[in-house]
């Protein structure tokens, strides 16, 4: 059967008789036949995943929260501002200490020689 007769026959075939309610449903009806009738993936999500990036979210946020309130991190910040003043001397020094500029298989790099 060529495309013409299969055409033909099709044409003469007369459309069932249905109410104008079920044509405006139809195309929700075969969606929705088609989605249910539509194999379910076989891959299954890991469950763990999330679950485990909210873990180490939440542990992260403890340790950050941790290190700002605790106690070490104020007395360090409280050393170094005493000792501000040695700091800045030696800090404003350091230019002068550089000597050589030197390049090996890492890059560039300046290299640090104490003064004569």
Partial sequence: MNDFDL???????PLPDRAE?????????????????????????NGWLPFAWKMSAGFACLIFGLLVFS??????????????KLMRQQ?????????????????LHYLVAEKE
């Fill in 7 to 13: 055409e033909a026959k099709l044409k003469s075939v």
């Fill in 71 to 84: 106690q070490p991190l104020k007395a360090t910040a409280g050393a170094l501002f005493k000792n501000e």
């Fill in 21 to 45: 309610e079920y044509w405006e449903n139809f195309p929700t009806q075969v969606r929705w036949q088609l989605h249910r009738a539509a194999p379910k993936s076989a891959v299954q999500e």
């Fill in 91 to 107: 800090l404003a020094e350091l230019p002068s200490h550089l000597r050589i500029f030197m390049a090996d298989e890492h890059g």
